[in-house]
């Protein structure tokens, strides 16, 4: 820390305890106060070797708690803008977060931060000047929306910017929290301008792409979003499931209140966060937020993807190679989605795999612009499938030989 102080002269640093740190037992966090006190900058640890859990939400729960309680709040400058929001579990895959900020901006709102793809430290600081918060990813940052709510007032609601139709949902709903014709009026115009194209290259790609089918396995809420994108192509999704998720990303919120302490929340610190003594402020007043609600709009509420799957789909958590395989077998698919360790178990099938964990060399995906750049993928991907032309030697002429190693 000491070089890497005298070489860069940084803000701030912060230490992640890898497995073989955890293994050997430093204390990160000591050595972290003894710097932080000596160079007199902002000096924290993570301690989230091997994500510490049974399942990756785990090291982001501990990661955004260490930069809840080390970073946010540390800036009071309020950003000279009219709409001011935060913008949590986005993580800028694929340049998705770049053209997100794009058009928020287009519409005139201004982005305090992003949890946590294209932010500074500085823009954590500053994050609990924001007037609402909007989470995308509900698993890995649903928690720390509330507590941006209970310790400075800033309300959440749930949003998408994957897909059209859910990207002109929640622009409308950002809209509506702020009460005000002008930024009403605004992102109408827009949505309208956006929507043009994108109706054109639905109308190109449908012919092609209509009747055929997908099956996901992704984390965080992409297997729920990404299924509008390809209902918008004319594709069924046959199946879906996350390989980290909890029962309230499948059910909905309203199950949290009865999910017991497992093997991730003792790996968890829980935070006790308390209305800040100076800067709690309460966006809206009660009734404020009531008569929205009487309207219709929802306040921090997830439904899960439950709602959205057409009946007599499958939903499968926590897929195995196995289970990848036998499904493949049974409902053979047009194209899977998963990551990159499934990648060439679906492609020995014959089948094209697109990542959506990361992008490959594909995306942006988010809003109407990468919406179109996915469709143009997957029109590609599924028309231009080489992967069913291809056998491998023992397909074609199958042979078992062997000898004697003494031979």
Request: glycine share 8%; proline share 4%; hydrophobic share 40%.
């Amino acid at each position: 820390m000491q070089e890497a102080y005298d070489i860069f002269k940084p803000k701030s640093i912060s230490i992640f305890s890898t497995c073989p740190v955890g293994l050997i037992g430093d204390d990160i966090h000591a050595v972290a106060r003894e710097m932080k006190a000596e160079l007199g900058i902002n000096i924290f640890g993570f301690s989230c070797e091997g994500y510490k859990g049974v399942s990756q939400s785990a090291g982001h729960h501990i990661a955004n708690n260490a930069i809840f309680t080390h970073v946010v709040g540390l800036d009071d400058t309020v950003m000279d803008a009219k709409y001011k929001i935060n913008l949590l579990g986005e993580y800028n895959i694929g340049g998705d977060g770049f053209i997100i900020e794009d058009l928020l901006n287009k519409c005139g709102i201004q982005l305090v931060s992003t949890f946590s793809g294209n932010s500074t430290m500085d823009q954590f600081a500053n994050c609990h000047t924001a007037d609402l918060n909007a989470v995308m990813c509900h698993r890995s940052i649903n928690y720390v929306a509330d507590m941006l709510e209970i310790k400075y007032g800033i309300p959440w609601i749930k949003v998408s910017f994957l897909g059209p139709t859910s990207t002109a949902s929640s622009l409308r709903k950002i809209a509506a929290y702020f009460e005000d014709q002008e930024l009403i009026d605004k992102v109408e115009e827009v949505i309208a301008e956006e929507m043009a194209p994108v109706e054109a290259k639905i109308k190109e790609v449908k012919p092609r792409c209509e009747g055929k089918t997908a099956m996901m396995f992704v984390g965080g809420s992409r297997a729920h979003h990404y299924q509008e994108l390809f209902r918008a192509i004319g594709m069924e999704v046959l199946s879906a499931g996350y390989e980290f998720a909890h029962r309230d990303d499948y059910e909905g919120r309203h199950v949290i209140p009865d999910i017991k302490i497992d093997a991730d929340s003792r790996n968890i610190e829980e935070l006790e966060i308390e209305p800040d003594e100076t800067r709690y402020n309460p966006r809206k007043t009660e009734a404020e937020m009531e008569a929205l609600e009487a309207k219709g709009y929802a306040f921090k509420e997830y439904e899960g993807m439950i709602p959205d799957m057409v009946e007599g789909s499958l939903i499968v958590d926590d897929i195995s190679q196995h289970e990848t395989e036998t499904l493949i077998e049974m409902y053979k698919p047009d194209i899977f989605c998963a990551g990159i360790k499934e990648k060439y178990a679906v492609q020995k099938h014959g089948i094209p795999m697109k990542q959506l964990h990361s992008y490959d060399t594909g995306g942006p995906y988010a809003v109407f612009k990468g919406f179109m750049n996915f469709c143009d993928e997957i029109d590609r991907m599924l028309n231009a499938n080489i992967w069913e032309y291809l056998e491998a030697p023992w397909q074609k002429a199958p042979e078992l030989s062997a000898k004697y190693n003494m031979e």
